[in-house]
């Protein structure tokens, strides 16, 4: 519970940190959003469904994500600068990180609500299904920003993140598969240790 109360109270930090003075109220509110809900019905749904620490860690992390991508926009963080700068490279790859972080996360709450609701009879399939959950979340987001976009012109177009590139669509999702797929190999053997703590439904 101890760990769960900090994440808590540091997303809190973060979270008023992000609403001072961001690139653009309206990016920020559209990038952070996402992290609000989720936050909320984790709190929601806490006496209901509690998840493994491990799980909760990962949600703070692609939490703090979001918000400091809503903050500086996803093209403008600062460090990625930095590193366009220094290696050369073509465009500020923040996002890239938070579309990986998007295939990552989502992976492992997947993973977690199909095995202890023992959704998934055959495990042999488990693996399979959550990477097209993930990769689902991701094409969704994608059709969010898309709309967002078309909807509010200029105003959007933090909002999409694209840089210029063409594929920013198509490279995304690939990002967040990438992310899924890395979720479960190199976490699978530590959430099912934590998982023996806690009752399948």
Not at 50 to 74: D, P, Q, S
Not at 182 to 197: C, D, F, P, T, V
């Amino acid at each position: 519970m101890k760990l769960i109360y900090t994440l808590l109270v540091l997303i809190i930090v973060l979270f008023i940190w992000s609403a001072i003075n961001p690139f653009e109220y309206f990016t920020w509110f559209l990038e952070v959003l996402p992290a609000i809900i989720g936050i909320v019905v984790l709190i929601l749904s806490f006496k209901r469904f509690r998840f493994t620490n491990l799980v909760y860690t990962l949600i703070f992390i692609h939490a703090a994500i979001l918000i400091i991508g809503g903050h500086y926009t996803y093209a403008e963080v600062p460090l990625f600068d930095w590193l366009q700068d220094t290696f050369n490279q073509s465009r500020n790859n923040y996002d890239k990180v938070g579309h990986f972080a998007q295939g990552f996360v989502p992976a492992m709450i997947a993973r977690e609500l199909l095995i202890r609701k023992q959704v998934i009879l055959k495990h042999s399939w488990l693996n399979f299904i959550i990477v097209c959950i993930a990769l689902a979340i991701s094409a969704t987001y994608e059709f969010i920003e898309w709309g967002v976009s078309l909807s509010t012109g200029e105003g959007g177009d933090s909002f999409l993140g694209t840089q210029g590139y063409i594929w920013d669509t198509q490279s995304d999702m690939l990002y967040a598969t990438i992310g899924a797929i890395s979720a479960l190999i190199l976490l699978s053997k530590r959430h099912n240790e934590q998982l023996k703590g806690f009752e399948i439904d």
